[in-house]
């Protein structure tokens, strides 16, 4: 750890950005003023390693942010609902205390319970934090307590938790250290450069060793630029192509059929459905866009490297597979390969998607979902599918049922977001944004800048950042557990989203001791004993550390293998990895692919990305951020087959559009993106000229398994509107 400077003192916190890394980073704090200085990466956390990405380098930038929320606010009165120009959108609204807007929010959510029953109240929230108290503790008990509709959190990553989940029974992978002993390393929809940066280090210091890196991804990438190889199948294919490498893998007997023997139920069918016909990698290919020579090469690869004793094949699938119609089924698919040639009996072998799972963290305790049998309701609380907000705001009535995951109900009548950029974030946000319009609609916003979402509020209360509460952390993407101390005060009046569900709690239900816990109860409590565990935790030296890496079972060498052996598989129904039903290879209904009356009438297939410099959309706001993008301007880049066949060229300001919407942005010919392929960054609606953002393209369409939001299964049609080159050079010359 660094020497405090004279006068300060370092604070172990955690970024609880919604990142697979979850970086410890040691802040300075001058003792006399009590500000921080300085925020570092912590140099003994085992994946920080002492650097910190771009987008939290400069934090301290967004902590002390001129245009932080630092006082809760409500609407003025005849004030309608929207975006003021920017600069300006405090004009809707007037300051008011914590008390004030405590007492609103609860005098106005019970008598909305009252009248239209408690499930008319939906809190929506994502992952503005990970943190496990502010995802998900003192909020949930509010929500449980009331009988609140339940809000199914699948923005992100349940198709592929799920679809994981099925084929392992649980989720845990390599550790990124060990992806330093690789031979062959397959990134698979995964943006490991922009998005998962702590990784990189250790994949090139396999490269140093002769490893090879091939990453599979239709954008080209910062990761697919540094490879060794990029595959740039076209979106939506993955399941095919993964059973097109099984084909060669089963055909050339490369696969352990004594380890699936042991270890596998239904590998006898997926073999001979792996084997079929149209899984030969010449079929594949004029699906996939990827050559029958080239599968052929990787699936031999693959399954040679995954079979030697010497160093391993591992695969990084990312979430980028599973945000297509066919998503649960492609982690399904690919995460087969490894049981195939049983890479998983090689140190750091094997798949790594999350290990969300293995953290032994109470959260039922902490979120407390016993509490809906005591509310009004008295029993469990339906629940609605985030990805269908736009539907649940607009359509959703006792007589109407909008879709097939949401049986008619009560109508929302009051929304509760928090953690979550809704208004840009959401699919199908033409459609979410006519519910935040609603004028019967009471919305609060608890966040820490004036996002699109809290130009819809009724009321705005202002949030904390990770160096102003304590919390305690787990990661998605490694195993070292963490705990976050709180390193500064709260800037302005902000108060931490146990701080505000709390003081809501105790306010709506005086005397219930379960709402006054501290954050240090709550932590302790999530920390405390249950049932057995798969990996175990020393809590006196999380405490003293700040960071404890996870215990895992061991072999006799004293490694942790995962599902290396029948042992690991305890939580599948039937003890082994379950490969039924086989995998099917399945066109999304808005892809080329398909038949669909979708694909005839608008015929480019559209990726609406993230930015390497954004959190999705958290940092958009900030300049230094977008000077990092280098283009302020929303870009749409495009191959040149497709624009020219439109007279298009860069530069030019270009109308993209599907049945759902219709954006405007500027034209950049390039190779990111190959012929039938165009993409685009998520970014604040209000940036936009026209003030909207690429989600008002995408669909509420779910994803075949988890019920996943399928953002990168959008078909849209482009054309120009007019020419004109107000593009920078320096932007053009990136490619
Ligand atoms: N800089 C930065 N870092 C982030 C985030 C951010 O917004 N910016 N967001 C965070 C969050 S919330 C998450 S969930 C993670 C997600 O990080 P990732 O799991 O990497 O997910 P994505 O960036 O959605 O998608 C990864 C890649 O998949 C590609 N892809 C799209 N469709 C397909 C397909 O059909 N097949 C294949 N093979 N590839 C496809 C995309 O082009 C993209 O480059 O990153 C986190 N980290
Ligand atoms: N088109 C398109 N849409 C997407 C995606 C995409 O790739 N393309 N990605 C999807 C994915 S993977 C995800 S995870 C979602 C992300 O959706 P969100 O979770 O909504 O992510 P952000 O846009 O980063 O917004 C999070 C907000 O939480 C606030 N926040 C941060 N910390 C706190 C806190 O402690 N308390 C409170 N109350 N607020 C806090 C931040 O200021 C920020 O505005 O977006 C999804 N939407
Ligand atoms: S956003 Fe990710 S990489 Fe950046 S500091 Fe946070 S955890 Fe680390
Ligand atoms: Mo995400």
């Given at each position: ?24 980073v ?16 912590d ?34 009165p ?7 120009p920017?600069?300006?959108?405090a004009?809707?609204?007037e ?23 408690p499930?008319?109240i ?46 392992y ?53 910062r ?11 076209n979106p939506?294919?993955?399941?095919l ?10 055909r050339?007997g ?20 792996a ?9 594949a ?8 020579d080239?599968i ?21 699938v ?17 995460s ?5 040639t ?10 790594l998607?999350s290990m ?7 959260s039922?305790?902490l979120q407390m ?16 599918n985030?990805n ?10 006792p ?6 995951t949401m049986?008619?109900g ?10 979550c ?7 199908d ?14 919305t ?9 979402t ?30 976050s ?30 709402f006054?816990?501290?954050e ?18 020393d ?13 895992l ?28 039903p ?42 230094v ?21 439109r ?34 960054r ?5 940036l936009?000229?026209?003030g909207?953002?690429?989600n008002?393209?995408?669909?509420q369409?779910?994803?075949?398994i ?22 920078e ?7």
């Amino acid at each position: 750890m660094s020497q405090p400077r004279p006068n300060s003192h370092v604070v172990h916190t955690v970024c609880t950005h919604d990142c697979p890394d979850s970086c410890g980073v040691l802040v300075t704090v001058d003792s006399l003023t009590g500000r921080a200085t300085k925020v570092q990466g912590d140099p003994a956390h085992p994946v920080t390693r002492g650097f910190l990405c771009g987008k939290v380098a400069r934090y301290l930038d967004r902590v002390y942010a001129p245009d932080r929320l630092l006082y809760p606010m409500r609407r003025k009165p005849g004030m309608p609902k929207g975006p003021l120009p920017q600069g300006r959108e405090a004009e809707a609204f007037e300051r008011i205390s914590w008390d004030t807007a405590i007492d609103l929010i609860a005098e106005k959510l019970a008598a909305i319970a009252q009248e239209h029953g408690p499930e008319s109240i939906l809190p929506y929230s994502y992952a503005g934090t990970i943190g496990q108290l502010g995802f998900g503790s003192m909020d949930r008990r509010l929500f449980h307590r009331l009988g609140a509709s339940q809000l199914d959190r699948t923005i992100c990553s349940s198709a592929g938790g799920e679809a994981l989940t099925r084929v392992y029974g649980t989720r845990v992978g390599p550790t990124p250290q060990e992806f330093a002993l690789a031979k062959l390393i397959l990134v698979w929809g995964g943006n490991v450069h922009g998005n998962n940066i702590h990784l990189w280090p250790f994949i090139e210091q396999a490269r140093r060793n002769g490893a090879r890196l091939i990453v599979i991804d239709p954008y080209r990438t910062r990761t697919a630029a540094l490879a060794d190889e990029h595959l740039q199948i076209n979106p939506g294919t993955d399941t095919l192509l993964a059973l097109a490498m099984m084909h060669v893998i089963f055909r050339d007997g490369l696969a352990d059929e004594a380890y699936l023997r042991d270890c596998a139920d239904g590998w006898e069918q997926l073999r001979d459905h792996a084997l079929k016909p149209e899984h030969t990698p010449e079929r594949a290919a004029a699906i996939t866009g990827i050559a029958a020579d080239v599968i052929e090469r990787l699936a031999r690869a693959y399954g040679l490297q995954s079979r030697s004793t010497e160093a391993s094949a591992v695969i990084r699938v990312n979430y980028g597979i599973q945000r297509g119609e066919g998503g649960g089924t492609a982690v399904r698919a690919v995460s087969m390969l490894p049981l195939v040639t049983s890479s998983w009996k090689q140190r750091g072998g094997g798949v790594l998607l999350s290990m969300s799972k293995v953290f032994p963290f109470a959260s039922e305790k902490l979120q407390m979902p016993e509490l809906m049998r005591q509310s009004p309701l008295g029993r469990d609380a339906r629940v609605i599918n985030m990805n269908e907000l736009g539907l649940a705001l607009t359509e959703l009535s006792p007589t109407h049922s909008p879709s097939a995951t949401m049986p008619a109900g009560p109508v929302v009548k009051a929304l509760v977001v928090y953690n979550c950029n809704a208004a840009a974030v959401a699919p199908d946000s033409e459609r979410v944004l006519a519910g935040l319009r609603r004028d019967d609609l009471f919305t609060v916003v608890h966040e820490q800048f004036f996002t699109d979402t809290v130009d819809y509020a009724d009321i705005v209360l202002p949030a904390t950042t990770f160096l102003e509460h304590e919390e305690l952390m787990g990661s998605y993407g490694h195993r070292v557990a963490q705990r976050s101390f709180k390193a500064i005060e709260p800037s302005g009046e902000a108060r931490s989203n146990v701080g505000f569900f709390g003081a809501l709690g105790q306010r709506m239900f005086p005397g219930e001791a379960i709402f006054e816990a501290t954050e240090k109860e709550l932590i302790a409590q999530a920390l405390s004993p249950r049932g057995p565990t798969l990996a175990t935790i020393d809590v006196e030296a999380l405490e003293r550390d700040g960071q404890f890496e996870l215990v895992l079972p061991k072999n006799e060498q004293g490694i942790t293998l995962p599902f290396s052996t029948p042992a690991w598989f305890a939580h599948t129904r039937s003890g082994k990895a379950e490969l039924l039903p086989v995998p099917e290879f399945i066109a999304p209904i808005e892809s080329r692919s398909s038949e669909s009356h979708e694909a005839k009438s608008f015929p480019l297939e559209f990726l609406p990305r993230k930015a390497d410099n954004y959190m999705n959309t958290t940092f958009a706001n900030h300049a230094v951020h977008q000077q990092m993008e280098r283009r302020s301007e929303g870009m749409l880049e495009m191959h040149e087959t497709d624009a020219s066949a439109r007279g298009i060229a860069t530069g030019d300001r270009v109308s993209i559009f599907n049945a759902r919407g219709r954006i405007t942005l500027t034209a950049r010919i390039g190779s990111s993106v190959g012929a039938g392929v165009v993409a685009a960054r998520l970014d604040w609606q209000k940036l936009a000229e026209d003030g909207k953002n690429v989600n008002a393209l995408t669909s509420q369409r779910l994803t075949d398994i988890g019920g996943g939001a399928t953002f990168y299964s959008t078909l849209v049609e482009v054309e120009k509107i007019a020419a004109n080159s107000r593009l920078e050079d320096e932007a053009m010359a990136a490619d």
